[in-house]
T-cell receptor, first 114, second 108 residues
Framework: DTEVTQTPKHLVMGMTNKKSLKCEQHMGHRAMYWYKQKAKKPPELMFVYSYEKLSINESVPSRFSPECPNSSLLNLHLHALQPEDSALYLC?????????????FGSGTRLTVV | KNEVEQSPQNLTAQEGEFITINCSYSVGISALHWLQQHPGGGIVSLFMLSSGKKKHGRLIATINIQEKHSSLHITASHPRDSAVYICAVMEYGNKLVFGAGTILRVKS
């Protein structure tokens, strides 16, 4: 299995809702990432987990809360989002040596906040 | 100045044409990715390079580490190649820095 699977593919939520995005990989990768991508812009790094521990938080607002329950799963919990948070949320994973083995990206979750 | 510059920003080609997209970067890197993204879709990694040249089907990627420059070539372009092509460099410490992307449209 050489894929990163993200669910759901599309999500519409109100500003008072709580929802979660899920990301799963079974490649034995020990680093996992959340990116946010606005239309016609490159992805922006949000969080990095390395060996299930949060190693990078790029000053993301607390209404986004990441969780890494085990080495295969990465969640992004959403609460009290704003319409400007509408974007494509991409998950990626990499091996311990991404310079040799690269990154694998998921297909993304298209989030719309209404 | 962005750390990763791509050119052109937009490219329209006729089916069958040879296409080149360029990427220049200003930082030390451990590797460079070429990525493809179709409208509204996720990202697919096409190549990862740290030196030389790689080929996959009609796609060829080259990198010149001394000149800090990489190119992505598409031979015999096809409308299904229409997508955004993104150059991303992996800085030491494994952080990816993305270029702004090149929007490619191949007309039949």
């Amino acid at each position: 299995d050489t894929e990163v699977t993200q669910t759901p593919k599309h999500l519409v939520m109100g500003m008072t809702n709580k929802k979660s995005l899920k990301c799963e990989q079974h490649m034995g990768h020990r680093a996992m990432y959340w990116y946010k991508q606005k239309a016609k812009k490159p992805p922006e790094l949000m969080f990095v987990y390395s060996y299930e521990k949060l190693s990078i938080n790029e000053s993301v607002p607390s209404r986004f809360s990441p969780e890494c329950p085990n080495s295969s799963l990465l969640n992004l919990h959403l609460h009290a989002l704003q319409p400007e948070d509408s974007a494509l949320y991409l998950c990626a994973s990499s091996s311990r040596d991404p310079a040799n083995y690269g990154y694998t990206f998921g297909s993304g979750t298209r989030l719309t906040v209404v | 100045k962005n750390e990763v510059e791509q050119s052109p920003q937009n490219l329209t080609a006729q089916e069958g044409e040879f296409i080149t997209i360029n990427c220049s970067y200003s930082v030390g890197i451990s590797a460079l990715h070429w990525l493809q993204q179709h409208p509204g879709g996720g990202i697919v990694s096409l190549f990862m390079l740290s030196s030389g040249k790689k080929k996959h089907g009609r796609l060829i990627a080259t990198i010149n580490i001394q000149e800090k420059h990489s190119s992505l070539h598409i031979t015999a372009s096809h409308p299904r190649d229409s997508a955004v092509y993104i150059c991303a460099v992996m800085e030491y410490g494994n952080k990816l820095v993305f270029g702004a992307g090149t929007i490619l449209r191949v007309k039949s």
